[in-house]
């Protein structure tokens, strides 16, 4: 094997395994979304290429149709295998035309089939791609990607083997849940804006997908999510608010935590306030109780003025301590439903050193 296949094989196991972003254990058991589909891969053919560029791109193509979860694939050593055992090798020979790669198809028993080739037009590479099915005879789809060097184009072939399996697919769906610390943001999958919010359970067709979360005073932030066929995948995303949403945040918040601290201290002092009128209006009370109360022989007239402004002040005192008390209860209430709506001022703490 000459150095470029080997440095295109390393490039294609280098590249990210769809299969490793986070999924959850919900999973749907119904069998016609969760059994694989039977899809061949071809050997790429050559025109003005090296073969080695063709070796290296089936291998990619292979790997990425297998990392999706929706398809049994019989690859092209298989193929030839199958083909030798069918006594139809003759198949693998400038095999170009639809009728042909369906007979393929349908000798080694694939519901689908991939083939293409990779040529080189001037300094460009380029790859051409098609997906045959074989019950209907006909390509359901076709695809291309140009590039000047060959790990480019290397990169390109994953994503033109999940456009061109889109029919297959879309078909079989998954879902993705996102979790995110704004409950309000906006989805936005494939640069289409989702319907469903955080928290939802999205539908999406099987494959790899490009997940935006966003909302206004925040930076978007984005995910390669990959959905498996009958499952749920969960998600979590983090959104970094701006500098000044933060400032707005802290400001409102702090205004409000202030004010639950102002009313906090006001029903402190307006119990204690009214606590002291009222023993002065029970002192009161009591002084005129017990002047009433004594025999006319045991009166002190010289208490007369006394007891006549004990019975005057118990009414202003008594009048002080109720609406004291009312304050102060008022003023409790306000105080705890500020603590409890208020927002957290150091809520977004963790992020004010990235946003500056």
């Given amino acids: 094997m000459s150095l470029l296949s080997v440095v295109l094989l390393l490039v294609a196991q280098a590249a990210p395994d769809p299969l490793s972003f986070k999924l959850s254990d919900a999973e749907i058991t119904d069998p016609s979304r969760t059994s694989k589909t039977r899809i061949a891969v071809m050997a790429l053919g050559t025109a003005g290429a090296p073969a080695d560029y063709a070796d290296g791109l089936t ?9 999706t979860g929706v398809f049994e694939v019989v690859s092209p050593r298989q193929i030839a295998s199958l083909l030798a055992y069918e006594k139809r090798k003759e198949l693998l020979g400038g095999c170009v035309e639809e009728a ?5 198809a349908q000798t080694v028993r694939a519901e689908h089939l991939v083939a ?7 300094d ?7 997906l045959i099915d074989a019950a209907e005879g006909k390509a359901l789809k076709r695809t291309n990607r140009e590039t000047k060097t060959a790990t480019d184009l290397l990169r390109e072939a994953r994503d033109a083997v999940i456009v061109l399996l889109q029919p297959v697919l879309s078909a079989r769906q998954g879902y993705l849940k996102v979790a995110a610390n704004v409950p309000d943001a906006q989805l936005v999958v494939d640069d289409e804006l989702r319907s ?8 999406l067709a099987a494959g790899p997908h490009l997940l ?5 005073g925040f930076y ?9 066929p009958g499952r749920v995948g969960v998600e979590d995303v983090k959104l970094i608010p701006a500098k000044e949403t933060i400032e707005g945040y802290e400001s409102s918040a702090s205004l409000m935590r202030y004010g639950a601290y102002a009313t906090a201290v006001v029903a402190v002092g307006a119990a204690a306030a009214s606590g002291y009128f009222y023993g002065q209006a029970t002192d009161n009370k009591n002084t005129v109780d017990t002047y009433a109360a004594a025999l006319d022989s045991e009166r002190d007239p010289g208490r007369y003025a006394e007891v006549a402004a004990a019975q005057d002040n118990f009414g202003t005192n008594q009048a002080l301590y109720l609406s004291l008390l009312g304050t ?5 209430g306000v105080s705890l439903v500020l603590f409890l709506v208020g927002d957290d001022p150091d809520r977004y703490e963790e992020f004010r050193s990235l946003s500056e």
Avoid at 220 to 228: E, G, P, S
Wanted: charged residues 20%.
């Fill in 59 to 67: 291998e990619t193509i292979a790997t990425t149709t297998q990392e």
């Fill in 100 to 104: 042909c790669y369906v007979q393929i």
């Fill in 116 to 122: 293409g080739s990779v040529a080189k037009v001037g």
């Fill in 124 to 130: 460009k590479l380029v790859l051409n791609l098609v």
């Fill in 196 to 203: 469903e919010g955080v928290g939802q359970v999205v539908r």
């Fill in 212 to 216: 935006k979360v966003k909302r206004e």
């Fill in 220 to 228: 978007t932030a984005t995910a390669d999510v990959f959905v498996r």
């Fill in 328 to 332: 102060a209860v008022v003023s409790g």
